[in-house]
């Protein structure tokens, strides 16, 4: 919304406190909705998403019907679809991949037309949002052209071997595509991709647990959906590595809950009771994953008292001052505040990515005052910027790392704290 606000520029002197700017042809749509139908810049990012995703249901619906389905289950698989926290979040957020992904469903009707020019057409625009939503499409594309008999044994290999390459070289990636690994550990990947288990727009678990009974459900049939298993596989390995990759799957996993659903009412139970039990939790389940997950994104941050903090944090600040923060609070700073920070959510080409977010990682947890004033000053650090939410996630206590030199230290001086909001003035 800031960029799309501002004229066209090659820099962008709030971002990492100054980078050259990656082009994204979102804040281009949203300045033409803006002048289009004369309204705020705020209202298009809310209305943009809601409009695309009722194209994206109503085109998903077009594609199940071209592959045969009747409309009974066509609706149920869209309704699946709807209530997933997933596409909740794509949809009811403004972000890059809304784009990307309604060209996605552009290109597979055309790849059912048979039309592979204007399916590569699609996905080559779908570039103009971002690099890692094209990246993602345009494999999709590749398996999927090369899903011939002939070839499709060389599918499944040749994806894993994509994966252990990409594994090897992202050390050397000029985006630092590694730098989305960070967190490591199967329990905390695993609770990414599951929203009920704290997933920012993972999956919901009931669904989960209904689409694998649908690959059961399609390995009766075996290799006959050898390019089914290998664009979900694709899919996967993808989103451990940019978790937003589960934007494209949704899609495919409606089918698979579809079909787990089918399964559930073929299986032979022992007892009629437990079958038809069986069914209603795991359907309710499924649709009340998606109910929960509105309520909690609708309470999510930043609210209304964090908007008047930054808001206000705006006036009182100094405008050529930079801002240290988490990350996280990197967008919120910029957008809302108008102030630069040392580090946002924006990693593609961000300068000396890792080096930023292993000093900010330093300073949180360090209580030598020599340290914290050196990376500060290395970073031309005017204010510090923390809301009571982060404060939470970083420590435990408020005698804990950078906060014991906030608190005690002279070096810093508090200068704001409302709205949920605590701003210190570093004094070098």
Not at 294 to 315: A, M
């Given at each position: ?54 194209l994206s249901v109503a085109l998903f619906y077009i594609i199940l019907k071209k592959l045969n389905l009747r409309i009974r289950n066509s609706l149920l698989i869209c309704l699946i679809l709807v209530f997933s926290p997933t ?174 659903i089918l399964y559930l009412f073929e299986f032979e139970f022992q007892s009629k009771f437990i079958k038809q039990f069986s069914i209603f939790v795991l359907i309710l389940g499924l649709f009340f994953s998606g109910i929960s ?136």
């Amino acid at each position: 919304m800031r960029l799309a606000e501002a004229p066209f520029s090659s820099y962008d002197s709030l971002s990492y406190a100054g980078r050259n700017f990656v082009f994204s042809f979102y804040p281009v749509i949203i300045k033409a909705f803006s002048v289009l139908f004369g309204v705020t810049y705020f209202f298009s990012s809310k209305a943009i998403p809601f409009i695309m995703g009722l194209l994206s249901v109503a085109l998903f619906y077009i594609i199940l019907k071209k592959l045969n389905l009747r409309i009974r289950n066509s609706l149920l698989i869209c309704l699946i679809l709807v209530f997933s926290p997933t596409f909740i979040y794509l949809f009811s957020t403004s972000n890059l991949y809304i784009f990307p992904v309604f060209l996605a469903l552009i290109a597979f009707l055309f790849l059912l037309y048979d039309k592979k020019i204007y399916a590569l057409l699609m996905i080559l625009l779908s570039f103009f949002f971002g690099i890692l939503p094209g990246v993602a499409l345009l494999l999709l594309y590749l398996v999927y052209i090369f899903r011939d008999k002939k070839v499709r044994w060389f599918v499944v290999p040749l994806i894993l071997l994509f994966a252990i390459m990409l594994y090897l070289v992202r050390g050397v990636l000029p985006f630092g595509l590694e730098f989305f690994l960070r967190h490591e550990g199967i329990n905390y990947a695993f609770q990414n991709f599951i929203s009920d288990l704290g997933g920012r727009f993972g999956l919901g678990i009931f669904a989960v647990i209904l689409a694998l009974l649908g690959l059961v459900r399609l390995w009766k049939k075996k290799y006959d959906n050898m390019v089914f298993y290998s664009i979900t596989i694709l899919l996967l390995i993808l989103s451990l590595f940019e978790i937003r990759t589960l934007f494209y799957f949704i899609f495919l996993f409606s089918f698979l809950v579809f079909f787990g659903i089918l399964y559930l009412f073929e299986f032979e139970f022992q007892s009629k009771f437990i079958k038809q039990f069986s069914i209603f939790v795991l359907i309710l389940g499924l649709f009340f994953s998606g109910i929960s997950y509105i309520n909690e994104l609708k309470h999510s941050l930043p609210d209304q008292e964090l908007l008047k903090g930054l808001d206000e944090f705006e006036t009182m600040s100094d405008p050529e001052a930079v801002v240290f923060s988490h990350y996280s609070r990197g967008f919120w700073v910029s957008g809302l505040a108008n102030r630069a920070v040392v580090m946002d959510g924006d990693f593609i080409f961000a300068p000396k990515v890792k080096e930023r977010y292993k000093d900010s990682e330093a300073l949180f947890e360090t209580r030598d005052i020599d340290f914290a004033m050196n990376t500060l000053k290395k970073y031309n650090v005017k204010y510090i910027l923390f809301d009571k939410a982060i404060e939470g996630t970083l420590w435990e206590g408020d005698e804990e790392g950078l906060l014991f030199l906030l608190k005690y230290s002279e070096k810093f001086k508090k200068i704001y704290n409302a709205h949920n909001l605590d701003v210190w003035e570093v004094i070098y």
